[in-house]
Nanobody
Framework: QVQLVESGGGLVQAGGSLRLSCAAS????????MGWFRQAPGKERERVAA????????YYADSVKGRFTVSRDNAKNMVYLQMNSLKPEDTAIYYC???????????????WGQGTQVTVSS
């Protein structure tokens, strides 16, 4: 079992930055690929970014490429999402997820955090 707790959300003006953090506990988070997802009102949840167990490979949705950066610190059981040049369309609840494998391309998310709200004002 893995418990995930997100933090770092908030209200920011367009063009601003936020860094989301995800603290993992339970089984060693370095055993899993990790991902960040978001869900805006009336929309389906979408994957924003993902990172393999050792940080060796990452994925970004086209909508955030060049603006968001995912990283992890396995020694601290932490995963981060640095979000720069934020846009109003980035407004959503952001969720941290742990995959059921070390590579995000080979599995689906198995554990989810409760989410943190990000609101970008224009």
């Amino acid at each position: 079992q893995v418990q995930l707790v997100e933090s770092g959300g908030g209200l920011v003006q367009a063009g601003g930055s936020l860094r989301l953090s995800c603290a993992a506990s339970g089984r060693t988070s370095s055993s899993f690929a990790m991902g960040w997802f978001r869900q805006a009102p009336g929309k389906e949840r979408e994957r924003v970014a993902a990172i393999n167990y050792n940080g060796g490979n990452t994925y970004y949705a086209d909508s955030v490429k060049g603006r968001f950066t995912v990283s992890r610190d396995n020694a601290k059981n932490m995963v981060y999402l640095q979000m720069n040049s934020l846009k109003p369309e980035d407004t959503a609840i952001y969720y941290c997820a742990a995959y059921s494998a070390i590579l995000f391309n080979t599995a689906s998310p198995r554990y989810w955090g409760q989410g943190t709200q990000v609101t970008v004002s224009s």
